[in-house]
């Protein structure tokens, strides 16, 4: 097991969506100066070089990060403003890394990776501050022992690479638990759209959840039907409350920049009310 890596996929078409997804989360979260914890299940190794032999071998930067239009992107100009620097230096920061940024004194964040070479570089990357944890545990039982946080404010990205199908069935009881510890959560959960069936499966199940305020967000390249990953999404639970409506408003354009076919579409939906 364990044989994803995600220095061939950072900063792809997922990755834009689900780090401006995730510093939105934040950015919303700090309008209140009462401190939350940060928990990454799925952390990864906090920074990506994009001129990698396995960077360049599958190329999914130039057609994420490295094909957007910044400047013209009205909307993602926090999220540019974090990457900028290290775009113009041919690496990226993973999420762990961009949540860090923008961590403030009595902010914490614990951040969960099992593969022990991905752990080192993350444990250099991203434990360099006294409010970080980096724990190489489980994620999924690592975030159920954190909840709820002494800090009553918690912010979630659950982050796995689906290399188990049963990680589909899983991810939602993981997110039913957790609401259950703590119902006030943040939470964004990120999925692929390989198969579509699994996504649908995913959605019913929720749907039988005892959890409230469940909105979808998901951007994909090209039809369904095409080859390999055509999209992704996150399910959010307890987004903030303008973040469907910064979505709309923001995400047309990107997904016309990254579009892969004339298929490419977002969507949005409420899936549980509050
Ligand atoms: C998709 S990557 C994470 C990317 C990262 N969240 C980002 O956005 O930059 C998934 C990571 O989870 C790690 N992993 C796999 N199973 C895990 C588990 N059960 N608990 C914690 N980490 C795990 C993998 O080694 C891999 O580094």
Request: glycine share 6%; proline share 5%.
């Amino acid at each position: 097991m364990l044989s994803y890596q995600h220095q061939y996929h950072a900063g792809n078409h997922a990755d834009v969506l689900k780090h401006w997804l995730l510093i939105e989360c934040v950015k919303y979260l700090q309008k209140k100066d009462k401190p939350f914890d940060y928990i990454d299940t799925h952390a990864g190794a906090g920074m990506y070089g994009l001129n990698s032999v396995e960077a360049l071998k599958t190329g999914e930067s130039r057609a994420g990060v490295l094909k957007l239009d910044w400047p013209n992107l009205k909307g993602f100009e926090e999220y540019h403003a974090l990457v900028a620097k290290d775009l113009a230096q041919a690496r990226y920061p993973g999420s762990p890394e961009l949540v860090n940024r923008l961590l403030r004194e009595g902010d914490h964040s614990w951040l969960f990776e099992l593969h022990p070479q991905t752990l080192q570089e993350l444990q250099r990357h991203c434990q360099t501050q006294r409010k970080t944890y980096v724990k190489q545990q489980d994620g999924f039982q690592g975030l159920l022992s954190l909840l709820p946080t002494k800090s009553r404010r918690a912010l979630v990205l659950i982050d796995p690479s689906y290399e188990i199908k049963s990680d589909y069935q899983t991810v939602v009881q993981i997110l039913a638990k957790a609401y259950q510890k703590m119902p006030q959560v943040m939470a964004l959960l990120w999925y692929p759209v390989v198969d579509r069936s699994f996504i649908s499966a995913m959605e019913r199940e929720i749907k039988k959840t005892a959890m409230r305020n469940v909105q979808l967000f998901e951007l994909c390249v090209a039809a369904d039907e095409a080859k390999g990953m055509t999209g992704s999404g996150l399910i959010a639970l307890n987004p903030p409350w303008l973040l469907a409506e910064s979505f709309e408003r923001v995400i047309p354009a990107v997904a016309k920049m990254l579009a892969q076919s004339e298929s490419h579409q977002w969507r949005w939906v409420e899936l549980i009310p509050e």
